[in-house]
């Protein structure tokens, strides 16, 4: 069992939020590896003795690829050089045209990823590693045009449980949260609709689209899952992250949402680069006993940087200031 503390700083003095930044973000920059030109919308666990991460790094080509990468601390990161070189897993159909914006879990006996991958489309891709070194891919969940897969940590009702974000090939002007199940991590169904986003005047950030982050969290109100939402301004898209609390027999049920983004962009981090105007959570590192949560996300599609947060603060806002 990994021991490692998850990164942390203390809320700042004077500070109300209920998020808060590092100081020191970015905590991964662009050019992190000699041939990328952006790192971000990346995810993280813990991993033996300190953590183990999956990371989007486009190329100075912005080809669209994962790499794998390792850290003592949470903060510091070493990501390999090349991207991950797939195996074939429960399928020998392991063709890609792009791999992006990662998740990671622990489930059972293995490290489960799912990305946004390119078959004729954006879809599902997923795979597994047991040691980060080698990967095994296996058939995509969906069909094309899908985003955003995100799987839960433990079976639901003997079943693996995925959210999903079905969309279009291009850059999606539209985004619900929906949720399957499969018995064997190949064969998907009994899709059902989780969230849509909303109406504008009733909470305007997430009034666009939205996709779940990282993976939920169980606590004793339910599932609680970070998603971003979007809204379409005069100057584009613009994305934040906000919490949700579902059942946890059911979590096609939502028992409360945020009407109040929990952070948005507003540091030069999260407004200036490749695409200006974004927080994107992908992963987070939690202590249940300790109250803590390190949440990572993806800021301007250009860098990873971390954001903390007390787990009963953000489930208590959650409920207070619910939709």
Known sequence: MNNKKIPWENRPEGCSDILWRYSKNPIIDRYAIPTSNSVFNSAVVPYKDGFAGVFRCDNKAVQMNIFAGKSDNGIDWKIEYDPIEMKPGNTHMIDSDYKYDPRVVFIEDRYWITWCNGYNGPTIGIGYTYDFKD????????????????????????RYAMLSRPSDNGHT??????????PDMKYWGEHRSVMKATA??????????????????????GWLMIYHGVITSCNGFRYAMGAAILDKEQ?????????????????????????????????????????????????????????????????????????
């Open 135 to 158: 990967f095994y891919q296996c058939e995509n969940a969906f069909l094309p045009f899908n985003r955003n897969g995100v799987l839960f940590p433990k079976k639901i009702n003997g």
């Open 173 to 182: 002007p539209f985004g619900d949260i929906f949720i399957s199940y499969s």
């Open 200 to 221: 504008f005047e009733e909470s305007g950030w997430q009034s666009t689209k939205i996709g779940a982050g990282p993976i939920p969290i169980l606590v004793d109100e």
């Open 251 to 323: 979590p096609e049920i939502v028992k409360y949402r945020t009407r109040d983004y929990l952070l948005g962009p507003a540091v030069d981090y999260e407004m200036i680069g490749d695409v200006q105007n974004v927080v994107f959570p992908c992963a987070a590192l939690h202590d249940t006993e300790e109250d803590k949560i390190a949440i990572y996300y993806g800021a301007a599609d250009t860098v990873v940087a971390l954001s903390f947060g007390h787990i009963s603060e953000i489930v208590k806002f959650t409920i207070e200031n619910s939709l």
